[in-house]
């Protein structure tokens, strides 16, 4: 059955025609209200929305079936990401599509700001000529102030490093050489207050970038400074810039984004030299094609391929590395399940060693799929590959990685080691014909394949074991599938691996763990 998406705001017809191209059924259906919403949206796999629907908690908890949400444009302030994450929902979005068109809007405000062109337009028209009122300052020398130069920052440096005019940067992310790269002085938030002729943000809304040009920074500015903000409303401590604008401490202000949106009334609405648009960054006709048709592509491509693009929740994946990737996302989550049953006390850490050739993959998917290996059987299906970073994460477990590209015996070789209060625990497996395999259980070397139900067995390596474990399986009835051992040397410690058509029941677990010099026993599902 073909993957169905439901298309809740206004896309592209473009992007409808993708979906159908790569066969999925897309419906539109934009302007529900949230009851119609909760209604249908059990029945699709992947939702697209633009800014207007709301894809809150008791959405995504009505979404059984829902496995992705993208979001055409950049901010995804109307998704929660939280509860989506905990539902095993990817959610993507499309920072680039709109790139260009929101770092022209910041550089078309400063040019109105620098000009007081929109006053100057209504005066002109109401029939007044009014020169010398509407003195302009050149933007040519002018030293621009960059808060964030990620991709639409650096687009906006480009522009003003065109113009002639200097640009100082301040983002915590910014790395030496890309500074040099992009034409830009990196410099601390401090040094660009003090420095800049104008100011412009290109960054998130995030708990650190709340209220950067808070009341406080703003007074730390140059008299005279423009402050342009094309990002997110909220970066900006709007009553305290109303107050300097009218003290003339800032020359002037224009605002894409406001705190609340729609802004029907606002603080700064009337102050002298500000200019506002309706959150106008994005909406050219380029730029809303562009978003459309990448959404469109990514949605297709996660349903069909796995495949993950540009997701804040989740691992990327390129359509290239799905199908390599797959095999091995299977062995990193049965080899985590493997462990994961195999740990009685409270995880402190895991780790993930990758050998051989898996170590040139891309590891962060492996990852994810092994710690939910490793959390389900704690945790049940509340946890994936979506959500299991963030649930060890929240839990206080160390994540660790390692890679060597040389793997002594195996092409590729993934091990898990859980590290608790008792100590710690290892399992390796590998690929072997397309299939995973444990290859390596308490250093002890073996090869089995992985089945639905497995029984577990720690014992000394002791004549008869073997017979006497078959007999008590064949009395119960129960049919052995595989059964593959391990064993350090003859007498000291091995272990049998089993697999079996039906699970032990009753006490036959109990009669298992009674045979002479059974260490430990487990049931074990895959």
């Known amino acids: 059955m073909a993957p169905r998406v439901l298309i809740a705001d206004k896309l592209s017809p473009a992007a409808i025609e993708i979906f159908k191209q790569r066969g999925v059924d897309a419906d539109v259906k934009t302007g529900l ?27 995504i908890a009505a979404a059984k079936n829902l496995k992705v949400i993208g979001r055409a444009g950049i901010g995804v302030d109307n998704v929660d990401i939280p509860a989506a994450t905990a539902a095993g929902i990817v959610v993507m979005n499309t920072p680039f599509g709109n790139s260009i068109t929101t770092a022209e809007h910041a550089i078309a405000m400063m040019f109105a700001l620098a000009r007081q062109l929109p006053a100057a337009d209504v005066s002109t028209q109401a029939g007044k000529w009014e020169k010398n009122r509407f003195m302009g300052i050149e933007l040519y020398g002018k030293t621009l ?103 003339g401490h800032v020359g002037g202000a224009a605002f894409d984004v406001f705190v609340e949106e729609p802004a029907k009334a606002n603080v700064l609405f009337g102050a002298e030299n500000f200019i506002a648009t309706p959150h106008l960054g994005a909406s050219t006709n380029e730029a809303q094609e562009n978003v459309a048709l990448q959404v469109a592509e990514q949605m297709s491509d996660y349903l069909l391929t796995g495949a993950v693009t540009n997701a804040l929740n989740s691992p990327s994946v390129t359509a290239e590395e799905a199908p390599r990737l797959k095999p091995f996302i299977a062995l990193a989550e049965k080899l985590g399940a493997f462990a994961g049953q195999m740990v009685d006390f409270s995880i402190t850490a895991i780790d993930i060693a990758y050998e051989g050739e898996v170590s040139k993959l891309n590891a962060r998917p492996l990852t994810a799929a092994a710690l939910a290996g490793v959390l389900r059987p704690m945790l049940g299906d509340a946890v994936n590959m979506v959500s299991a970073p963030a649930v060890a ?130 049931v074990l599902r895959f």
């Open 393 to 522: 994460k929240e839990r206080g477990i160390t994540v660790s990685e390692s890679h060597q590209e040389d793997s002594p015996i195996y092409e590729s070789l993934m091990r898990v080691t859980i590290t608790t209060e008792k100590g710690k625990r290892s399992f390796a497996g590998s690929v072997l014909a397309g299939t995973p395999r444990v290859v390596e259980v308490k250093g002890m070397d073996l090869d089995a394949p992985f089945g639905p139900t497995m029984l577990y067995v720690n014992n000394l390596d002791k004549p008869g074991f073997i017979g006497a474990l078959g007999a008590l399986l064949a009395d119960a009835g129960v049919n052995i599938a595989t059964f593959n051992l391990g064993r350090v040397s003859a007498g000291e410690d091995a272990i049998a691996l089993v697999g079996v058509d039906q699970p032990p029941v009753g006490d036959l677990l109990e009669r298992i763990r009674a045979l002479p010099h059974v260490k430990e026993a487990r």
């Open 145 to 247: 102030g960059l808060i964030g130069a990620g991709n639409i920052g650096s687009i906006v440096a480009d522009r003003a490093i065109g113009l002639k005019m200097k640009v100082v940067a301040y983002d915590p992310f910014l790395s030496p050489e890309r500074a040099v790269e992009i034409g830009v002085e990196k410099v601390e938030l401090d040094h660009l207050l003090a420095r800049a002729d104008v100011i412009t943000l290109h960054t998130p809304l995030t708990d650190k970038t709340r209220n950067i040009l808070s009341a406080e920074n703003l007074a730390k500015t140059k008299k005279g400074v423009l402050i342009i903000n094309c990002a997110r409303g909220g970066l900006v401590d709007e009553a305290g810039l109303r107050k300097l604008l009218d003290e």
């Open 33 to 59: 209200s949230k009851d119609e919403l909760l209604k249908i949206i059990g029945d699709y796999d992947g939702l697209a929305v633009r800014s207007a629907t709301k894809a809150d908690k008791d959405v």
